[in-house]
């Protein structure tokens, strides 16, 4: 796929409102948003190929965020990955600290600042 295309964000969450908003924030910032509703639907589609960067949610019914990340690291393992979350108490689990990791509700500059180094390989801190 030819780099003067814009990037592909992929996101996984079960709420549909999320997927919405998420959507929005990335096309409006220039992106190609692709959304799905389970860590399977993603991994099941055609679209693993083409995603230049990954959010996912933590918190899902069936495989959780942290799942997915592991499954994403094995089957692409470039592929910088971005969890979001709900769940306050999930912010204090060690593998939470290593990844870049926003809390709902979370700033949508913040989290475009972060998908932006992620697609330029830098890392942004814990």
């Known amino acids: 796929m030819p780099k003067n295309t814009k990037s592909v964000v992929a996101v996984v969450d079960d709420d549909p409102r999320v997927l919405e908003s998420l959507e929005e924030l990335l096309e409006s910032?220039?992106?190609?948003?692709?959304?799905?509703s389970s860590?399977?639907?993603?991994l099941a589609s055609k679209a693993l190929?083409?995603?230049?960067?990954?959010i996912t949610d933590i918190g899902m019914p069936g495989m959780d965020g942290f799942e997915l990340e592991r499954v994403m690291s094995e089957r692409r393992p470039d592929l910088p990955?971005?969890?979001?979350?709900?769940r306050h108490?999930?912010?204090?689990?060690?593998?939470?600290?290593n990844n870049r990791f926003f809390r709902k509700p979370f700033d949508g500059q913040a989290l475009l600042a972060a998908i932006g180094d992620a697609l330029n390989g830098k890392e942004t801190p814990s």
């Not at 910032?29 to 959304?35: D, E, I, M, Q, V």
């Not at 860590?39 to 993603?42: D, G, M, N, Q, S």
């Not at 190929?49 to 990954?54: G, K, Q, T, V």
């Open 29 to 36: 910032a220039g992106h190609a948003a692709r959304t799905f």
């Open 89 to 97: 108490e999930i912010t204090e689990l060690p593998q939470a600290k």
């Open 81 to 86: 990955v971005i969890l979001i979350t709900g």
């Open 49 to 54: 190929s083409e995603i230049d960067c990954l």
């Open 39 to 42: 860590a399977r639907t993603l």
